[in-house]
């Protein structure tokens, strides 16, 4: 039986950015299915899991924040931006893309769009709420522009509250989460627990 996993993200998040491809790598080789889960972390989470939004937190913890970043992006040779030109940034029209992908196209293709946008505020300095650089995205991706449009929907909306409240149900209180059968592991530092875990069966 393949494990699915739920993989709570934000498409602003550093850290989802650091983990992703990997995390995409694990799942793949253990045979998972991916159900790619978007949230609104500072809407809908942090509201009920004590979470702050980055400019509310401690001065300590913000420059902390920057030496961890620092030090994954070189242990995992992987380039990121520690002052990226439009974050803090808006991103309920990326998430809403990202699950629209997925509703149209599937899984992969939704964490093609999510690789795509994370790469574009911590790598490319591009600013993922205009939708002129999500429609970039799209053709760069080779996927229909329509998607787009398709973000906007009711659907797509009620799709991304309820993942929001699916990720405060399961206890998840920060971004990237994966979910397995309950058991949640937090952080893309935590990867190798979660790949010991889809070993294990």
Excluded: C
Aim: charged share 25%.
């Amino acid at each position: 039986m393949r494990p699915t996993i739920d993989y709570y993200l934000a498409p602003q998040s550093p850290y989802t950015y650091l983990g992703h491809l990997r995390f995409w790598d694990i799942a793949r080789k253990a045979g998972a299915t991916i159900r790619v889960m978007p949230v609104d972390l500072g809407g809908k989470v942090f509201p009920v899991s004590g979470g702050l939004p980055l400019g509310k937190r401690a001065p300590q913890r913000q420059a902390y924040r920057l030496v961890e970043l620092k030090r994954f992006s070189e242990w995992l040779h992987a380039p990121l931006n520690l002052e990226p030109k439009y974050f803090p940034v808006n991103g309920d029209d990326a998430a809403r893309l990202i699950i629209a992908v997925d509703l149209h196209d599937g899984a992969d293709a939704a964490m093609a769009i999510a690789d795509s946008i994370l790469r574009a505020v911590w790598v490319h300095d591009r600013n993922i709420a205009d939708e002129a650089v999500l429609a970039s995205l799209l053709v760069e991706r080779e996927l229909p522009a329509a998607r787009l449009e398709a973000a906007h929907s009711q659907a797509v909306q009620e799709r991304y509250e309820a993942d929001s409240q699916a990720a405060v149900d399961a206890g998840v209180f920060g971004a990237p989460s994966y979910v397995v059968q309950g058991e949640i592991f937090w952080g893309q530092d935590r990867l190798d627990f979660l790949e010991r875990r889809l070993k294990a069966g």
